[in-house]
Each structure stands twice: as structure tokens, then as C-alpha cells.
């Protein structure tokens, strides 16, 4: 579904501090399945998954989605992309405080013109799924870091993705919710969903519910299997 060719990476390119994130990455991600990326802090896997998930543009290098080259669309197209193909799970949530876990759910659907009396039925239903209902009316900052994170869960599926992203999702989480997320993750993954994850934790990377994992170093793949 997503192949990258030569793509090379580069921040402040010009200047005296440049530096190059990725160095010549060729990777296909295997439709249907979850992939995780893991390596050291600096490796690069996170600039990678920003790249796969259309949130950020290569320097150098071609990203092809369902056999169509998007490296050089305009932003207001791969916006669209984004909203259609992709749902994000953020590694700080990006919860917006102040709201309730309905209202944080359906905000990325407000573009997609769907009436709010649907989306609202659809945020319920997505909560039942996580065993979230009860807290449906509560406001984000009153929750605990796991039912945040099921919040932000339910926030990437509102639009119904192909392709979820997640950076990190057990980073701020402890055993029992990093087991309790990998339990949603492969009720996500019997769905049929793709998904894409970085990851420092073990109990992440080496769980059955990973298919491929893709070890990065110093902006380069060394592994994949």
C-alpha cells in the first residue's frame, strides 16, 4: 500500500548545523498488516513515520500510495489524503483540553461536511468498542492517561482509515495499559486495518500482534523481517 524509494531526509539543509535524518530508505509496508519501526533515540524512525503517513514531504526520493505517486502533490491534496487514508495516534495524545472525549473524537470529521448528530452516534459507538462509554461526557483532562489514550484511539478511527499511525503509543503508559493497548491494536489488526507504529518497548515490538518490524540506525534500515 505505501512503498518509499531512496528517500533521504534533511533538516536545516544549507546550513551549518544540516543534518540528514534518513540516508536512503527503501521500504514497501505490507498491506493489512502491523509494522513496527524501532531503533535508538536518533535512528530516524520517527522522521520515517511522519513521511509515511504523509505528514512531512522527503527531500530526496519517491512515496507511492496504492501504486500512485504523491511525492510532489500540493499540500491541499495531500490533506485530503491524510483526512481520507490516515488516522494518528499521537505519543502525547494532542488531546484538546477543556472538551469532552465525544467532542476530541469527532473534530477530525468536521471537514468531511458528515451531519454532527452522526458523528456523535458514530464517537458513541467507537467508545462502547473501547469500554469507554461511561465516560463519554467527561472532559479529556479529567481522564487517566489509558482512557486518554483510548480517546486518541478512537479519534484516529472516526473518519474509518485504511492506515493508522502511532508514535510511541505505550511510551507514557505503564505494563498493564501497554498489554491493554496491544489487545485494541489486534482487534484493529482483525479488522483488516494497515498499521504503522514506532516503538522503543519490547513488550510492543516483539508481540505477536507485530507482523514486520523494520530497524532503523543513523537514518538507515538494517533489519527488516
Same mark, same amino acid.
Given at each position: ?30 498491506d493489512q498488516r502491523v509494522t513496527a519501526l524501532r531503533g535508538p533515540s536518533g535512528s530516524g524512525k520517527t522522521t520515517l513515520?511522519?513521511? %509515511? ?17 504523491? /511525492? ?28 469532552s472525549a465525544l467532542e476530541n473524537i469527532i473534530l477530525p470529521a468536521y471537514p468531511t461536511g458528515q451531519p454532527r448528530q ?25 481522564? /487517566? ?22 508514535d510511541e503509543p505505550t511510551a507514557n503508559l505503564d505494563t498493564k495499559l501497554s498489554k491493554e493497548f496491544l489487545g485494541i491494536?489486534?482487534? %484493529? ?9 514506532? /516503538? ?26
Amino acid at each position: 500500500m505505501i512503498e518509499l524509494t531512496g528517500i533521504r531526509k534533511a533538516f536545516n539543509q544549507g546550513r551549518h548545523n544540516e543534518y540528514w535524518a534518513l540516508s536512503g530508505i527503501d521500504l514497501a509496508i505490507p498491506d493489512q498488516r502491523v509494522t513496527a519501526l524501532r531503533g535508538p533515540s536518533g535512528s530516524g524512525k520517527t522522521t520515517l513515520l511522519t513521511i %509515511l503517513g504523509c505528514l512531512a514531504r522527503p527531500t530526496e526520493g519517491r512515496v507511492r500510495l496504492k501504486d500512485e505517486d504523491i /511525492s510532489g502533490l500540493p499540500e491541499r491534496f495531500l490533506t485530503e489524503i491524510r483526512r481520507r487514508t490516515f488516522g494518528f495516534i499521537f505519543q502525547q495524545f494532542n488531546l484538546i483540553r477543556g472538551l469532552s472525549a465525544l467532542e476530541n473524537i469527532i473534530l477530525p470529521a468536521y471537514p468531511t461536511g458528515q451531519p454532527r448528530q452522526a458523528l456523535l452516534e458514530k464517537a458513541e459507538a467507537l467508545l462502547a468498542g473501547v469500554d469507554l462509554g461511561q465516560r463519554r461526557d467527561a472532559q479529556v483532562e479529567w481522564l /487517566s492517561g489509558g482512557e486518554q489514550q483510548r480517546v486518541a484511539i478512537c479519534r484516529a478511527l472516526i473518519n474509518d482509515p485504511e492506515i493508522l499511525i502511532a508514535d510511541e503509543p505505550t511510551a507514557n503508559l505503564d505494563t498493564k495499559l501497554s498489554k491493554e493497548f496491544l489487545g485494541i491494536l489486534e482487534k %484493529l489488526a482483525d479488522q483488516g486495518r494497515t498499521i504503522v507504529l514506532t /516503538s522503543h518497548d519490547p513488550l510492543v515490538v516483539d508481540s505477536a500482534v507485530v507482523d514486520f518490524v523494520v530497524t532503523l540506525r543513523d537514518g538507515r534500515i538494517v533489519d527488516a523481517k
